[in-house]
């Protein structure tokens, strides 16, 4: 099957308009909280909503990739994402908003949870591990544009304004998808969809990539969610623009495909663990209210993220040969549970015991993945 230069950049534009409208809000949050008079953590569930019913569409549109075909799959998602952003942007009201966001979530699957096998199955052959390395970094090319481009923008136009315009690109990514992905080859699939679940919650390689990319995802998700709050506040004074710009970090995102072609060279599970490790040091450094330590800090803990869960998505894909929808379902399932549990329970730690708070959860929790994957490191085969 050949694959042009357009297939991928198409693939990769959808991929991107998905994830820029997934954390459209997590840069605005001071802004929505103001705007609809809602606590920190209650704005936080705008993060945490998109998420949490993206982990539940996974079951829909993971297995559904299995059977209809990837392709479809993939367009039919992009195209209905840009509905429920666009009425995103007309919310009179707070509840309408969370609704909104939900659709959002429930639209997101098709792209996310079907484009990992999708690499794998497709692109993988001739790029190697490092295909799965560009796709994350067209995740994070979306990701700043929905973060530090909505920032901006909301600055000059608006929070309403700058996310109604986000509703272009899933739309765009679904037209230019449609002409030029290449189906991916059928894969084998378990008859019975749960017979298929538990065969997979068996498999050692899953389970290690789902929890430590789900740890690095809480973490990930709980410090950039709330830093906004502590940025705006003394000693830092900074202006939401400006707070916004801390989400150029995910500029590090670039550092995918060599995360790839390290998984190829030393294993994707020796990848993960010095994600988090170099996760846990990000999270720490970032105590100290300076920005000499923090600015540091936030590169450390995007750098972890995304080398971390490109290595882990890896380690799902080829965690088995057969049901990969329901393989990558399971894995992004727990993945954006976890993600919504980071947009929420680093809300209530900040209330309470404000930045301190934050950095002792997040460390509990990637603290525990690394010793679980530790204990099991040398019981599994790369």
């Known amino acids: 099957m050949g694959h042009s230069r357009a297939a991928l950049a198409g693939f990769l534009l959808g991929a991107a308009g998905m994830f820029a409208v997934m954390y459209s809000t997590q840069a605005i949050l001071p802004e929505l909280s103001r705007d609809f008079g809602v606590s920190a953590a209650e704005a936080g569930l705008t993060v945490s909503i998109v998420i949490l019913v993206l982990a539940a569409g996974a079951w829909v549109w993971g297995p ?23 009425a995103s942007a007309l919310a009179p009201t707070f509840g309408i908003l969370l609704a909104c966001r939900a659709l959002q979530g429930l639209c997101m699957p098709g792209l996310l949870t079907v484009g990992a096998p999708y690499v794998v199955e497709v692109f993988g052959p001739r790029l190697g591990g ?29 929070w309403r304004w ?48 789902t929890a430590a990319a789900s740890a690095l995802f809480f973490a990930f998700v709980g410090v950039f969610s709330f830093v906004t709050f502590r940025l705006e506040r003394p000693p830092f004074d900074w202006s939401q623009a400006a707070g916004g710009l801390i989400f150029l970090m995910w500029g590090f995102g670039v550092l995918g495909p060599v995360a790839g072609s390290a998984a190829d060279r030393a294993g994707w599970r020796r990848v993960v663990l010095v994600a988090l490790a170099c996760g846990g040091v990000g999270v720490a450094l970032s105590l100290p209210a300076t920005a000499v330590t923090l600015i540091p800090a936030l590169a450390i803990l995007a750098t972890a993220m995304f080398c971390g869960v490109t290595a882990a998505q890896l380690g799902t894909a ?21 993600g919504a549990l980071g947009g929420y329970l680093p809300g209530l730690a900040w209330e309470r015991w404000q930045w301190t708070g934050v950095v002792v ?15 099991h490191a040398r019981l599994l085969p790369d």
């Open 162 to 209: 700058s996310v109604a315009a986000l509703s272009l690109l899933p739309a765009a990514g679904a037209l230019v998808m449609a002409r030029t992905l290449p189906e991916a080859p059928r894969q084998e699939n378990t008859a019975r969809r749960w017979d298929a679940v538990r065969r997979l919650a068996r498999n050692p390689g899953l389970q290690q990539a």
């Open 130 to 158: 490092r295909a799965m390395g560009i796709y994350i970094s067209a995740l994070v090319s979306g990701g700043i544009v929905g973060r530090v481009g909505i920032a901006l923008a909301t600055t000059a136009f608006g």
């Open 361 to 375: 959860g997040c460390l509990a929790v990637l603290g525990a993945a690394l010793v679980m994957c530790v204990a």
């Open 318 to 338: 080829t965690s088995t040969s057969a049901d990969r929808g329901v393989a990558s379902a399971m894995y992004f399932s727990v993945y954006y549970v976890s």
């Open 64 to 86: 559904l990739s299995d059977r209809w075909g990837r392709k479809r799959t993939l367009v039919l998602a992009s195209a209905l994402v840009s509905v429920p952003t666009l």
